[in-house]
């Protein structure tokens, strides 16, 4: 029995049987072969998050949103006074998390890749682009940069998936993509 | 003082229960069973407050609810009881007294008031922080002093523990290697050393912080570390649910595993690779590189997973190989078909592994892929996937287990005999539901530890497919089922241990719980036939199926996600 001690004292030296070893064998070379899916994806998959971040102060990252915000913003989303920046296709274009909310509203255009920056001004917050389905942890601190390729026109929810206080539920922001002009 | 403790022998197992083990395991039990009752009650209220026709809390009570309910049942319920199965594995399956009572005491009363302080600075309000309480959220200062209490009397609940193996080896009360069970005991205590260090390194720093006398804790290293206590602490969960897995087998039908060096190997495996999962919980953080991230995710190439897949075929294994010794040999499932279904932990350990390996094993899994993580991270498929494993896992295997700890440790006939046949599939199912269909609106994307997903008072707006809804509802639905099987279990084993009657020998011999066929249920080794087991083989090849399947059509999901590198 399992509650006693093995009948057999030399059990190490008990043969293995045919089931045993299959599947033993079977469930080992699955793990090497779901290792190598991972690897093979970072070569040939088309969706693999960048290693690409940099340490950096809240604030000096907030001016930097602010003044490309500045630059580029065409109109405000209706009467939030919310900024809706467009930068030019295929350039460097930034978002902030804070309490509570993201900021500014973005306007990309389909087929281009941008490159994305994301940091906190205060605590951890989750970027979760809707219902496209795109899940990033964004830090204080941490300035990520993540290259991405809208495919899909339209707008885009950005819903904060990391629990950050009683507000939470309204950090809600937008990324709008539209057709090439 | 010690060697001439007073014990007695149970009727029905031969063994030598010490009097002061026994009472150990009762007070950790029915601790444990108290802080079930406590944040099953919680789990509910989220469960109904995210069922948006419901929507019962309002916000603040709701982040409070779930804080509580994480730290109620996926800390305080699962560790006493898993400290009373430490004092079972050792002192009772080994025959020995059990090392320094006294300290063994110290560590419960420890662990006692850590649970109880953290209790109270959550219901205070103040430290809404999550089961997570990433910084730089901060709680109030007793709130970690509780964690960190209740982590040292943890601690010395285990030093008991190999303390008393090294007592029992000394005054040789067995002979030759300790019983599997036990071995599992020794594989779930040495990853619960590792996770109790992990958790001082960050939780001790953590409390200084909240005290101000800290200034900064980094974000990301305070994950890193604090994760090798939190995923750690479920791999503490597997090995001892597994250990039960065995124990309940033996007990029930008395089955044998199949091979001690398969078991005991995959047991190792745990102990070597288990404790790489910090790393499912950074797969989409800055400042971590892939390599890192593919190799830790993966246990080193999935070697802990190999593991748990080989316990998926020798737990079945043992039970076909014993129920076909018995005589049961009918076809490939007559076996399955004429096993004790009515008997509640027989049927709980049966519910537990099939669930724990298609539910909470395969989508683990899937979840802890590197890039499949982007679709699923912080969704609710996160808890779809650990209500998989802790709840249809861990929770069933000891609701189950106790039905044979009331009778044998606190001698007490089981009230309600009815009940209980139904409790394990009223919880199991009810259970099962809320994983299935939360990981179904996390697919979706529906966000976790979100209150209101209709983003009401949002400045802007945004909709969630209706189908995200409908899940929700469902999920509250079997909360509700689940919630009817938790109050069962807990009234069945809280009137059997305080109002049951009390079960003496004669009872014993004339209605026992423990199978009596002996341990002779399977061939040796070393015999000419080999043993034929085709209903496992069957199982494991439909398991095997399903796992590959999922596994792909998760990445099909993926692959039509946006571009991104």
């Known amino acids: 029995m399992a509650l006693t001690p093995p009948e057999n004292r030399l059990w190490w030296k008990e043969p293995l049987q045919k089931m045993e070893i299959t599947w033993i064998s079977i469930a080992f070379l699955w793990g090497l072969f779901m290792f190598a899916v991972m690897i093979y994806w970072h070569i040939n998959g088309q969706q693999n998050l960048s290693n690409e971040a940099y340490r950096v102060n809240p604030e000096t990252y907030g001016q930097k949103v602010e003044a490309e915000a500045e630059k580029y913003t065409v109109r405000e989303e209706g009467d939030t006074g919310i900024p809706v920046v467009h930068p030019p296709a295929g350039s460097d274009?930034?978002?902030?998390?804070?309490?509570?909310?993201?900021?500014?509203?973005?306007?990309?255009?389909?087929?281009?890749?941008?490159?994305?920056?994301?940091s906190s001004m205060d605590w951890l917050h989750g970027f979760s682009l809707q219902p496209t389905n795109i899940n990033i942890q964004v830090h204080p601190n941490y300035e990520m940069v993540v290259t991405l390729k809208p495919t899909d026109s339209g707008e885009f929810g950005v819903v904060c998936n990391e629990f950050c206080g009683i507000g939470h539920h309204t950090m809600l922001g937008k990324i709008v993509v539209v057709d090439k002009k | 003082m010690a060697s001439n403790e007073q014990y007695r022998v149970c009727p029905e197992t031969g063994l030598k229960v010490f009097f002061s083990t026994e009472k150990l395991i009762r007070a950790n039990a029915v601790v444990a069973v108290v802080f079930l009752a406590i944040g099953g009650l919680f789990g509910l209220l989220v469960a109904l407050t995210r069922w948006p026709a419901v929507h019962l809390l309002?916000?603040?009570?709701?982040?409070?609810?779930?804080?509580?309910?994480?730290?109620?049942?996926?800390?305080?319920?699962?560790?006493?009881?898993?400290?009373?199965?430490?004092?079972?594995?050792?002192?009772?399956?080994?025959?020995?007294?059990?090392?320094?009572?006294?300290?063994?005491?110290?560590?419960?009363?420890?662990?006692?008031?850590?649970?109880?302080?953290?209790?109270?600075?959550?219901?205070?309000?103040?430290?809404?922080?999550?089961?997570?309480?990433?910084?730089?959220?901060?709680?109030?200062?007793?709130?970690?002093?509780?964690?960190?209490?209740?982590?040292?009397?943890?601690?010395?609940?285990?030093?008991?523990?190999?303390?008393?193996?090294?007592?029992?080896?000394?005054?040789?009360?067995?002979q030759g290697s300790v019983p599997l069970v036990t071995f599992g005991a020794i594989t779930a205590a040495i990853i619960a050393v590792y996770t109790i260090a992990s958790g001082a390194i960050i939780l001790v720093p953590t409390f200084l912080w909240s005290l101000g006398l800290i200034n900064n804790i980094d974000s990301v290293m305070y994950k890193v570390v604090w994760w090798g206590m939190g995923h750690s602490s479920q791999q503490v969960n597997v090995a001892a649910h597994v250990s039960v897995w065995y124990a309940i087998g033996a007990l029930t039908i008395g089955a044998k595993p199949l091979s001690e060096k398969v078991s005991r190997g995959a047991f190792l495996l745990y102990i070597l690779f288990l404790q790489l999962a910090s790393a499912h919980h950074l797969l989409v953080d800055p400042g971590i590189s892939s390599e890192w991230k593919v190799f830790n995710t993966s246990y080193a190439l999935y070697l802990a997973v190999l593991g748990s897949m080989i316990h998926g075929m020798s737990v079945p294994g043992a039970i076909e190989a014993a129920q076909r010794r018995r005589g049961f040999t009918q076809g490939v499932f007559g076996w399955l078909r004429k096993a004790p279904w009515g008997n509640p932990a027989f049927s709980g350990m049966a519910l537990s592994v099939v669930m724990f390996g298609f539910i909470g094993g395969i989508s683990g899994v899937v979840l802890g892929t590197e890039q499949i993580n982007l679709i699923m991270h912080n969704t609710l498929y996160v808890p779809g996937h650990f209500h998989g494993t802790v709840v249809l896992g861990t929770t069933l295997a000891f609701m189950a287990i106790t039905y044979l700890v009331?009778?044998?440790?606190?001698?007490?006939?089981?009230?309600?005999?009815?009940?209980?046949?139904?409790?394990?599939?009223?919880?199991?199912?009810?259970?099962?539901?809320?994983?299935?269909?939360?990981?179904?609106?996390?697919?979706?994307?529906?966000?976790?530890?979100?209150?209101?997903?209709?983003?009401?008072?949002?400045?802007?707006?945004?909709?969630?497919?209706?189908?995200?809804?409908?899940?929700?509802?469902?999920?509250?639905?079997?909360?509700?089922?689940?919630?009817?099987?938790?109050?069962?279990?807990?009234?069945?084993?809280?009137?059997?241990?305080?109002?049951?009657?009390?079960?003496?020998?004669?009872?014993?011999?004339?209605?026992?719980v423990v199978y009596q066929g002996g341990g002779e249920a399977v061939a040796s080794y070393g015999s000419e036939h080999e043993l034929k087991l085709p209903g496992t083989i069957t199982l494991v090849s439909v398991f095997f199926l399903a796992f590959v399947l999922y596994y792909f059509v998760n990445w099909k999901y993926l692959a039509e996600v946006w571009p991104l590198s």
């Open chain 1, 93 to 118: 274009v930034y978002m902030l998390a804070r309490l509570w909310e993201w900021w500014p509203i973005l306007e990309l255009e389909k087929g281009q890749t941008y490159r994305l920056h994301l």
């Open chain 2, 58 to 174: 309002p916000a603040d009570m709701f982040y409070l609810a779930l804080t509580a309910h994480g730290a109620d049942v996926l800390l305080f319920w699962i560790m006493f009881f898993e400290i009373a199965i430490l004092y079972f594995a050792s002192s009772v399956l080994l025959n020995c007294r059990i090392a320094a009572p006294r300290w063994a005491w110290t560590g419960f009363g420890l662990m006692l008031i850590g649970a109880l302080m953290a209790n109270v600075a959550v219901l205070q309000g103040g430290s809404s922080v999550m089961f997570t309480s990433y910084v730089p959220m901060m709680a109030a200062p007793h709130f970690y002093l509780g964690l960190i209490l209740f982590a040292v009397g943890a601690l010395i609940a285990v030093f008991v523990f190999f303390g008393t193996l090294v007592i029992a080896k000394q005054e040789n009360t067995y």
């Open chain 2, 406 to 512: 009331v009778p044998l440790i606190f001698q007490k006939e089981l009230m309600f005999p009815k009940l209980a046949q139904w409790q394990p599939f009223l919880f199991g199912i009810g259970a099962l539901g809320t994983s299935l269909f939360m990981m179904g609106a996390g697919t979706l994307g529906v966000s976790r530890r979100h209150w209101d997903i209709t983003f009401a008072d949002a400045t802007l707006s945004f909709d969630y497919p209706p189908t995200a809804f409908l899940m929700m509802g469902l999920n509250g639905i079997f909360a509700i089922l689940a919630t009817i099987g938790g109050i069962s279990f807990i009234v069945i084993v809280v009137g059997s241990v305080f109002f049951g009657k009390r079960r003496d020998e004669a009872a014993c011999k004339a209605n026992p």
